[in-house]
């Protein structure tokens, strides 16, 4: 399905245009799930937790991009097409882009600074994104 806004993106090359593929959006939905459970778990790391909830967020709001038609190299430009594949209002997705941020500083400066309240926050996100994409895929 061909978004306006999207296809302004792939025109700037924010984006890339790719047909939709349901057996990649099935799998990647899997995966998403997968990660959200591994980021509940309560003997992992805290560190390990907030990583898996954050994987979890990005696969399915890619996987979210990717039934729409679109590909994305970027992984903060995958959260904000959140407006546009889920019709998602800019507060929800921007807690996915403090995760984000957070998890920049973790991979590019070693220092990660999360609480267990951040943590619920973004699984609690996390699922609630995965409902959506499930029904989407439905």
């Not at 090359?13 to 959006?25: H, T, V, Y």
């Not at 889920?86 to 403090?98: C, E, F, G, I, T």
């Not at 941020?101 to 996390?126: H, M, P």
């Amino acid at each position: 399905m061909s978004l306006p806004a999207l296809d302004n993106l792939v025109r700037i090359g924010q984006l890339k245009a790719e047909p939709r593929n349901e057996a990649e959006a099935r799998r990647m939905l899997s995966m998403a799930r997968t990660r959200l459970d591994d980021a509940r778990l309560a003997n992992l790391s805290i560190e390990g937790r907030f990583t898996s909830a954050y994987n979890a967020a990005h696969t399915a709001a890619l996987t979210a991009l990717r039934w729409h038609g679109y590909r994305s190299e970027n992984r903060y430009t995958v959260f904000q097409c959140l407006t546009h594949t889920l019709n998602w209002p800019a507060p929800r997705w921007r807690v996915l882009d403090a995760a984000h941020q957070k998890r920049n500083l973790a991979e590019y400066e070693g220092f990660l600074e999360v609480d267990e309240s951040a943590i619920t926050e973004l699984c609690d996100l996390a699922g609630s994104l995965i409902a959506e994409v499930s029904k989407m895929l439905e």
